[in-house]
């Protein structure tokens, strides 16, 4: 079975830093693009990195330069340090395994970034 569990997640003040880690389970990881999503309080689910098979990133503008994706392949597992943080940032962040026609998805853990 496919699983995608997400830790790291709380509260942290404007500025500090969070690094999320997703341990993947029941697929060939290597051969999968990776990402981070995120969904904040009345708004859509949005891209936040991504990195490929071949570890090209991607990046939505409103955090490049604060947030670094990373993959391991051995450990199966996908990482994201997010520095810098802002309350806007305030979201639940999921996990996410894309190839072809699969696409798995995490459970979500919330980061909350509040004074």
């Known amino acids: 079975q496919v699983q995608l569990v997400e830790s790291g997640g709380g509260l942290v003040q404007p500025g500090g830093s969070l690094r999320l880690s997703c341990v993947a389970s029941?697929?060939?990881?290597?051969?999968?693009?990776m990402g981070w999503y995120r969904r904040a309080p009345g708004a859509q689910r949005e891209l936040v990195a991504r990195?490929?098979?071949?570890?090209?990133?991607y990046y939505v503008e409103s955090v490049k330069g604060r947030f670094s994706i990373s993959r391991d392949n051995v450990k199966k597992t996908v990482d994201l340090q997010m520095n810098t943080l802002k309350p806007e940032d305030t979201a639940v962040y999921y996990c996410?395994?894309?190839?072809?026609?699969?696409?798995?998805w995490g459970q979500g853990t919330q980061v909350t970034v509040s004074s």
């Open positions: 996410n395994g894309v190839l072809g026609a699969n696409d798995y």
């Open positions: 029941g697929f060939v990881f290597r051969f999968y693009a």
């Open positions: 990195i490929s098979n071949g570890g090209s990133t």
